[in-house]
Every structure is written in C-alpha cells, then in structure tokens.
C-alpha cells in the first residue's frame, strides 16, 4: 500500500490511463498523505466574549467584497443555496482572515459570528444568534452536514455570551471533533474543534438552514480540493503522486505532492464513494490484486485508506460512476480472460 512520503523535487511523468469505460477517466493512484494546508487544531480555551451587532439590513459597499470568485456570488438573497456554496462562501472570510468586528461590514454583512452565517447562508439581512433559529430547523448531533450551524444563544448575556459555528466535516467516524468555520476574535477561522465547542458545550444546537440544498454528487467526483472544481491526481517516474488543483478555466490553480509509493498500484477508479461529497479514489495493487478505497478529505489528500476487495489482478479496465441511478457510486470492471464486463453496486458508505 502506497506510503506517505516528504516533499522532493522529481521529473513529472503523468500517466493517464488510455483506456476509458463509459466516458469515465482512469486516473493515477492517490495516497493517505496528509495536505499541506491542513487545518489546524485550537487548544485554547476559547472562554471569550464576542459582542455582536443587532439585526439589520445588508451593508451595500461594492469595494469591499470577497464573494466574486464564489460559486453563488450572483444567487438572490434567501435562494435555495447547495452546502458546498455555503462552505465556499464561509472560506472567502477565513481565508482571508476577516477580521472580528461588530460595527464592521464585508459582501454586506456583519464582521461577527452571526455576520459569518448569514453571509454563508446567502440570507439576504443580518441576523444574530437570538434569530437564527428562526431560519432554520432544529436537528441532532447524528444528523450534521457541511453547511449546517451549531448555536449558542445566552439569554442572560446575548449580545457577548452567545456564539455560532458553522459545521464543515467530522474529522473522523468517533465525532468527537468537527473542521468548522467561525468568525471569532482576532479574525476568522476554520480550523478542528472539539463537539460541540471549547467552553460551554452542551449548550450549542445544531440547526439546518431553511433553505440549504443537497449537492449534486456527480458534480464532485474528481473535486479533492472541495472548491467545485475538478483536479487531477498524477504519479512521476518515482510513485509519487501529485495534486493538479484545477481552476474551472482549463488551467491549474496549484500542483503539490501528496504522497508515495504508487508504483506498486495499478487500475484506479475515481468517484464519491462514501457519499460525503468528496472525491475518493478506489486502486488494485498489481501484484496482489487487493481493492483499496481512499477516502478524500475535502483539501487534496485522503483521510483514510481500507481494503475493501481481492482478486483483482485478472481486471484489465476499471471505471467508476452512478450506473444504476441510485445516487451512489459502482464500480465497472472488464475482466482480461473473456472481456466480460462486471458491475459492483455501490452501497454509498465506501
């Protein structure tokens, strides 16, 4: 199984499968590497005050936006908004390191916790925790997805007691933390956070937005970069598998390492195996013919890695899609002796 390995500098040889089943892309293997811009875990207390402002209209102010690259930049205000626009709404102000401000306004809205949802949400109007609620439907712990909120409203001190974090992915099957997306002094974050939250955490809520929408699945197949747009996996002369971020326009945003080892693996497939709205990649190891499945971490590696097959070494074509129109990925496979074709029904859980 391919190994994690330190960056080196190594003459590219990107070599793309020729053959394709059902229009479907053969790609180079991936690793369990983590990416270079991980996020990063707080161990903070986080016992802060974060005073917010009162509800209020947008703030129209052209010169300060960050939303022109975002995928729902033009939608209108309170449209039914994918979970993946929401988090790639929330990152333009992490990213950016948005500083924390209740009298303060960017896109049109409020620079404090609350600003931050709303903003993501595509709400139309600034809210504040005391009103969230109001756009969206309580939940459970179990039920959390990218895009969803969890709320801390403190009667006793709403305008400094209170909070809100904008749920993104758990960060493993224990859900005992969570990657989220928070506006909190000095500036906005998104980074690891244990469940519910630092300080005071059998007091937050998890909330839907009202108007949130499923992604389309087939959309993000070779997404591993978690922006929308596709990227290419490639492996050099050596095993090592690189990162091609694409740019929507026919081009590439950056190229990085991710990991090692790949000289030894064979036919791979690429597809949303586990239905979490990530690329993941599935790959045969040529001498043995064991099926890997890894699992994509949303930032260009791959959080886990599991056998999920044997056997495989008599395939001589491998493809991935949804071919039996359940909205779950299967896996076609051509076998050398007869060229037969074989279809592997997906069960949506990788």
Not at 246 to 266: H, I, K, L, Y
Request: aromatic fraction near 8%.
């Amino acid at each position: 199984m391919p190994a994690t390995i330190s960056a080196r500098t190594a003459a590219l040889t990107v070599a793309l499968a020729s053959a394709t089943v059902l229009g479907t892309l053969v790609l180079p293997a991936a690793a369990t590497a983590a990416p270079t811009t991980a996020v990063t875990a707080s161990t903070a207390a986080e016992d802060i005050e974060r005073p917010q402002g009162t509800v209020g209209p947008l703030k129209t102010d052209a010169s300060r936006s960050r939303l022109s690259a975002s995928p729902s930049a033009a939608l209108p205000a309170g449209a039914p908004i994918t979970r993946s626009a929401v988090i790639a709404r929330a990152k333009t102000w992490a990213d950016a390191k948005v500083p924390y401000s209740m009298n303060d306004y960017l896109d049109g809205y409020r620079t404090d916790c609350s600003g931050l949802v709303s903003m993501a949400w595509n709400l139309g109007t600034n809210a504040w925790t005391g009103n969230l609620d109001t756009y969206a439907t309580r939940i459970t712990k179990s039920e959390l997805k990218k895009g969803d909120m969890l709320l801390f409203h403190n009667p006793s001190n709403p305008t400094s007691g209170s909070h809100v974090v904008l749920f993104e992915r758990w960060t493993d099957s224990s859900k005992t933390s969570y990657v989220g997306i928070e506006q909190t002094p000095p500036h906005a974050v998104r980074r690891t956070i244990p469940y519910a939250y630092f300080n005071n955490s059998g007091s937050y809520v998890p909330y839907r937005y009202k108007n949130i929408i499923e992604d389309v699945t087939a959309t993000r197949d070779h997404d591993y970069t978690g922006d929308l747009k596709d990227d290419l996996l490639g492996v050099d002369s050596t095993g090592t598998l690189r990162l091609y971020s694409g740019n929507g326009s026919s081009g590439v945003n950056f190229t990085r390492e991710v990991g090692g080892g790949w000289t030894g693996m064979d036919k791979v497939a690429a597809a949303d195996f586990n239905g979490d709205g990530d690329g993941d990649l599935v790959a045969t190891k040529k001498t043995t013919g064991e099926l890997f499945l890894y699992i994509g971490n949303g930032e260009g590696g791959f959080k886990s890695t599991s056998e999920i097959g044997h056997g495989w070494t008599g395939i001589e074509q491998l493809a991935a899609g949804d071919f039996t129109g359940d909205g779950k990925a299967d896996i076609v496979a051509v076998n050398k002796t007869d060229a037969t074709l074989h279809l592997y029904t997906g069960n949506g859980s990788g």
